[in-house]
């Protein structure tokens, strides 16, 4: 590009708080590019040791990513020639002899769809950044309940429970454990939610299932314990809905039921 050229943008480009670097060859040009990584390229179709449309290709590898508008100015505005710059990888066409209230507007325009572009990125990389972490928090959440859940029965002739397993804990827990009296104790539960906020109600209702194992408590006092201990907790928008069955080795059956459908229960 002509000196007289490339002094009149940079003059146009300051007037917009815009910092300019101005090069003279094509050789410049990568090394500025690299170095100064600019938002913006203006040049000429024919450039000092190469080809304008040549420079434009490279600079494009070299942006990556990056959105940034190549604009060309030349005398020849025919249309294979203005074919021949965007099939290049050229974003916009100024025609010589240059017109300055054109090139301003055509900068702010552009300027605008860099800024665009740029919070585009920035949103993107935050949606990547918390998508990653969600599905971190699952598989955390997924390690952790299975761990515990080993305490649970697995399925034998009385008792079978089939689990459809995700990669993350999708609020749905069965726990089935035999007393030391011979009855067994079985809790199904949905919570709503998924992931790590579900299993951190998750847990305290293993533990208290485990415990009422333990010290032999019916399902009536279980179920107040497991909503006291939920209620004081859980945010008001998540709750849990669950089964509670009793099964003794003489064939009594006790069942609570909160929240949840009407359970089919058959001998």
Request: aromatic share 10%; with cysteine; net charge negative.
């Given at each position: 590009?002509?000196?007289?050229?490339?002094?009149?943008?940079?003059?146009c480009a300051e007037k917009e708080h815009v910092t300019v670097k101005s090069v003279a060859s094509?050789?410049?040009?990568?090394?500025?590019?690299?170095d100064y990584i600019p938002d913006m390229v203006t040049l000429d179709v024919i450039i000092k040791g190469g080809?304008?449309?040549?420079?434009?290709?490279?600079?494009?590898?070299?942006?990556?990513?990056?959105?940034v508008p190549m604009i060309f100015l030349?005398?020849?505005?025919?249309?294979s020639v203005m074919d021949k710059c965007f099939k290049a990888g050229a974003d916009d066409f100024i025609p010589k002899p240059f017109n300055e209230v054109l090139f301003n507007i055509r900068l702010k325009t552009?300027?605008?769809?860099?800024?665009?572009?740029k919070e585009m990125y920035r949103k993107n990389k935050a949606l990547t950044y918390y998508q990653t972490m969600i599905e971190r928090e699952h598989e955390m959440a997924h390690h952790v309940l299975d761990h515990i859940q080993t305490r649970s029965e697995n399925n034998s002739d009385q008792v079978a429970i089939t689990r459809?397993?995700?990669?993350?804990?999708?609020?749905?827990?069965a726990l089935v454990k035999t007393r030391s009296?011979?009855?067994?104790?079985v809790f199904v539960g949905d919570f709503t939610g998924h992931g790590l906020p579900a299993s951190i109600g998750a847990l305290p209702v293993m533990q208290a299932f485990f415990d009422a194992v333990d010290d032999l408590i019916d399902i009536n006092q279980l179920a107040i314990k497991i909503n006291k201990i939920l209620f004081s907790i859980l945010p008001d928008y998540?709750?849990?809905?669950?089964?509670?069955?009793?099964?003794?080795p003489s064939g009594e059956f006790t069942y609570w039921g909160g929240g949840m459908p009407n359970a089919f229960i058959r001998q």
């Open positions: 590009m002509k000196p007289v050229y490339r002094e009149i943008i940079s003059l094509y050789d410049e040009a990568i090394t500025a590019f690299i080809s304008g449309l040549e420079l434009v290709k490279q600079l494009k590898i070299l942006s990556g990513n990056r959105f030349a005398s020849h505005t025919t249309d552009h300027m605008r769809h860099v800024e665009l572009m459809l397993s995700a990669a993350s804990f999708n609020g749905d827990l009296d011979e009855a067994r104790l998540m709750f849990c809905a669950g089964y509670l069955i009793l099964m003794t």
